[in-house]
């Protein structure tokens, strides 16, 4: 007997990602952002799904919190931090940590009262959309930011907030939940509590990578005469880290995989095979490649929710625009008022006009705003407009800012490696 569910499921697979991989020839060709252009793809294959059955198999394949996770993120993160250099991101570190930290906490608060004053939703409801929605995508700018080809130090400036303010949203967000479904006030036990699991979401990831990072490094020895069980290794240290971090001690997982993924690139070099060198990062560039292709495929999937209910009502259209309009005005704030302080502290380096603009315009939101959102329960009375509100933005954000970013940067006179 046959299982037929399994080669289904083989077959879809293999078939979206034939469509991606054709998909990037025609973009390329088309001069349009891959992981943007994939997204309109992925909207209009949810469309058609919808209308011809043969592809109705396809509609079973959706982005879900897990598998965005646990499955997609720990790819792209490691990926990531294999190609940050330690003595760049720490001479960077008080910019992005003031961005990552008091940046997405501010901008929590502005998109919270005014989506409270400007929109039907509760002041529970708007600081759920403000705690999930305000802090930059890692997988959306570093994806794009590549693509464009930014100067090294702004592409470090804009992954490096974006990686990092990971763990502020997501203990935000917890505590916002942990309000809103007891009913417990904002006192000041509370704020204290929220310090707390800061310190212990965020530090603690990275205490758990870099740990598991530095055992790596003895499997690292014992097999340098075995390229791809070494490979093989730096796959199992990226998964490793990031899912013991945040399934087992409920700290950042990318916080873990970022220092997992630092230590391999910082001191790896003394104890991998030569030819570990040669294919260690093309083997991480094609499974981020793999790892991208489908998170904006699924996501273009996941809009057409948006779609379905602009079709069933109107009514709540001018919401979409203020919750949009709202979160570029946070952005902006966030940006203009925290840069020049950091512009002004010790050690601190200057952050010019240009790459300021830049990060305003750059700051997008992608998958890991969804699976937040697709955490929020069920039964929660205002879930279905929170996610509205927030495709709504994530939409504007890889159409409109994702695709006039490099138009941006030619205005501006930016170019690569400057």
């Known amino acids: 007997m046959h299982d037929d569910s399994l080669a289904a499921a083989i077959l879809t697979f293999a078939g979206l990602l034939l469509l991606t991989t054709s998909s990037a020839i025609l973009l390329k060709r088309l001069r349009v952002p891959y992981t943007i252009g994939l997204v309109v793809i992925g909207m209009a294959l949810g469309l058609l799904a919808t209308q011809y059955n043969m592809l109705a198999p396809i509609l079973q394949v959706r982005l879900t919190h897990d598998v965005i996770l646990y499955v997609l993120l720990p790819v792209l993160i490691y990926d990531a931090a294999i190609n940050i250099k330690l003595p760049a991101l720490v001479k960077e570190l008080i910019p992005v940590l003031m961005l990552a930290v008091v940046g997405v906490v501010m901008s929590m608060l502005i998109v919270a009262w005014l989506t409270h004053e400007l929109t039907p939703l509760t002041l529970g409801g708007a600081l759920l959309f403000g705690a999930l929605i305000s802090a930059t995508?890692?997988?959306?700018?570093?994806?794009?930011?590549?693509?464009?080809?930014?100067?090294?130090?702004?592409?470090?400036?804009?992954?490096?907030?974006?990686?990092?303010?990971?763990?502020?949203?997501?203990?935000?967000?917890?505590?916002?939940?942990?309000?809103?479904?007891?009913?417990?006030?904002?006192?000041?036990?509370?704020?204290?509590?929220?310090?707390?699991?800061?310190?212990?979401?965020?530090?603690?990831?990275?205490?758990?990578g870099a740990l598991l990072g530095f055992a790596m490094l003895v499997l690292f020895k014992l097999g340098r005469e075995t390229v791809f069980v070494q490979i093989a290794h730096t796959t199992v240290l990226a998964y490793g880290s990031?899912?013991?971090?945040?399934?087992?001690?409920?700290?950042?997982?990318?916080?873990?995989?970022?220092?997992?993924?630092v230590i391999t690139?910082?001191?790896?070099?003394?104890?991998?095979?030569?030819?570990?060198?040669?294919?260690?990062?093309?083997?991480?560039?094609?499974?981020?490649?793999?790892?991208?292709?489908?998170?904006?495929?699924?996501?273009?999937?996941?809009?057409?929710?948006?779609?379905?209910?602009?079709?069933?009502?109107?009514?709540?259209?001018?919401?979409?625009?203020i919750a949009i309009g709202v979160v570029l005005l946070a952005r902006f704030l966030v940006i203009y008022l925290l840069i020049p302080i950091s512009n002004r502290l010790p050690k601190s380096p200057h952050i010019d006009r240009p790459t300021r603009a830049i990060m305003?315009?750059?700051?997008?939101?992608?998958?890991?705003?969804?699976a937040l959102m697709l955490s929020i329960p069920l039964d929660f009375p205002e879930r279905r407009l929170i996610i509205d509100l927030s495709l709504a933005v994530i939409l504007f954000s890889l159409l409109v800012q994702g695709t006039t970013i490099e138009w941006l940067m030619g205005y501006l006179k930016v170019k690569a490696n400057d």
């Open 360 to 370: 305003f315009w750059g700051g997008l939101r992608g998958v890991v705003p969804v």
């Open 265 to 321: 690139r910082t001191y790896s070099k003394r104890v991998m095979a030569d030819g570990v060198k040669l294919y260690l990062h093309p083997y991480w560039e094609f499974m981020s490649f793999v790892a991208n292709s489908f998170i904006f495929l699924l996501l273009g999937f996941q809009e057409n929710l948006l779609i379905k209910d602009l079709d069933r009502s109107e009514s709540f259209v001018p919401y979409l625009v």
């Open 242 to 261: 990031f899912l013991i971090a945040d399934h087992m001690f409920g700290m950042s997982g990318i916080m873990a995989a970022i220092a997992a993924g």
């Open 137 to 208: 995508d890692p997988v959306a700018v570093i994806a794009l930011f590549k693509e464009v080809g930014a100067p090294e130090r702004m592409s470090l400036l804009m992954d490096a907030e974006s990686l990092f303010n990971d763990a502020t949203a997501i203990v935000m967000f917890s505590i916002v939940m942990v309000v809103v479904q007891t009913g417990h006030a904002f006192d000041a036990p509370l704020m204290t509590r929220a310090v707390l699991e800061f310190f212990y979401v965020f530090l603690g990831g990275i205490v758990i």
